[in-house]
């Protein structure tokens, strides 16, 4: 937990006066991705809250998620939870913006995903964890063969799946998870980061 907090926001210097769609009108700040650029693990919302919007972090302020970081050793315990002391762990959205009074439309999910690729591009991760039922569906499209509506959150949720070049690992989001949800999602990753997970760096699906 070394790692230089200026160092952990935006890493990778993305436009932060972007104007590419209309989420741009309504929003505070552009929040870009956040965390250790080496990390083997990514984990990816659907975009943020007003609380991380506040915070300029994904996910930043939620308290549940800040928890499970911390139980697998992603995260310091006494960290500010405006600028998480984080290590081996990227965290980012679909979109970049908030806007106040409805979710981003498929068509602003599109416009924000060349920042995404490139960040997934860039930090090459062995795990891809998208929290949701919406970043699952985006990243399964472009990361899996397996068709979404395959693919179920709550039945998958902590279940590794075997993507293109990556594992996938569904979480349902703790806001939205049963404290037994959340103990199973900590408890089976806790097991893949124990395992060697490393090997399967490379390998496509079939």
């Given at each position: 937990?070394?790692?230089?907090?200026?160092?952990?926001?935006?890493?990778?210097?993305?436009?932060?006066?972007?104007?590419?769609?209309?989420?741009?009108?309504?929003?505070?700040?552009?929040?870009?991705?956040?965390?250790?650029v080496?990390?083997?693990?990514?984990?990816?919302?659907?975009?943020?809250?007003?609380?991380?919007?506040?915070?300029?972090?994904?996910?930043?302020?939620?308290e549940?998620?800040?928890?499970?970081?911390?139980?697998?050793?992603?995260?310091?315990?006494?960290?500010?939870?405006?600028?998480?002391?984080?290590?081996?762990?990227?965290?980012?959205?679909?979109?970049?913006?908030h806007?106040?009074?409805?979710?981003?439309?498929?068509?602003?999910?599109g416009?924000?995903?060349?920042?995404?690729?490139?960040?997934?591009?860039?930090?090459?991760?062995?795990?891809?964890?998208p929290?949701?039922?919406?970043?699952?569906?985006e990243i399964?499209?472009?990361?899996?063969t397996?068709?979404a509506?395959?693919?179920?959150?709550?039945?998958?949720?902590?279940?590794?799946?075997?993507?293109?070049?990556?594992?996938?690992?569904?979480?349902?989001?703790?806001?939205?998870?049963?404290?037994?949800?959340?103990?199973?999602?900590?408890?089976?990753?806790?097991?893949?980061?124990?395992?060697?997970?490393?090997?399967?760096?490379?390998?496509?699906?079939?």
């Amino acid at each position: 937990m070394d790692a230089n907090q200026d160092d952990l926001a935006n890493p990778f210097g993305m436009d932060e006066d972007c104007t590419n769609c209309e989420l741009c009108e309504r929003r505070e700040r552009v929040v870009h991705g956040y965390g250790d650029v080496g990390a083997d693990f990514l984990f990816v919302g659907e975009g943020p809250d007003a609380a991380a919007e506040a915070a300029g972090v994904p996910f930043g302020r939620d308290e549940g998620f800040g928890r499970v970081l911390q139980r697998l050793g992603l995260r310091r315990v006494d960290d500010d939870p405006d600028e998480p002391a984080v290590a081996n762990v990227f965290l980012t959205s679909l979109t970049r913006c908030h806007h106040p009074d409805r979710p981003a439309t498929d068509a602003e999910v599109g416009t924000c995903e060349p920042y995404l690729n490139a960040e997934i591009r860039m930090i090459n991760p062995e795990i891809i964890v998208p929290v949701g039922e919406r970043a699952l569906a985006e990243i399964s499209a472009e990361y899996t063969t397996t068709p979404a509506t395959e693919l179920d959150m709550y039945e998958q949720h902590g279940e590794a799946i075997r993507g293109r070049g990556f594992e996938l690992v569904p979480m349902i989001p703790p806001r939205a998870a049963t404290d037994e949800q959340v103990q199973t999602f900590v408890e089976r990753f806790a097991a893949l980061m124990a395992s060697d997970y490393r090997q399967t760096k490379g390998r496509r699906e079939r």
